[in-house]
């Protein structure tokens, strides 16, 4: 997997995927950003939320539940001091569907932090990562 990061301008740049994606990042206006894009820590635990969702989803649909939205909303806590690594994410997954099993659900969350989230098991090196779920009808 390859990446590409270019500076544009003051704290702004474009990250650039190896699958031809582009996103722009920008830093905090007391740094010199002008807030035209996330954070790069926004843009990680972005990607973790991401990374577990996908897994969730795919992991219901195999199991051929009727999954018809997947929401993960995350909140992290960073170290006060340099390097402001994250010490604690709690990640919260609003899962609906068609009688989605609670069985299912809690099986899929777990599957994806302990086995499948590549990000998820990264941070988690520095993290503590807790999770919860809730099922809608949908």
Known sequence: MKARVKWVESAT????????????????????????GPRPMEMLLMGMGGCTAFDVVLILKKSRQAVADCVVELEATRAETDPKVFTAIHVHFIVKGTDLSDKHVARAVELSAEKYCSASIMLGKTAKITHDYEIQSA
């Open 13 to 36: 740049f474009l990250a650039e995927s190896e699958s031809g994606h582009a996103v722009v990042m920008d830093g905090a206006q007391e740094y010199g950003g002008r807030n035209l």
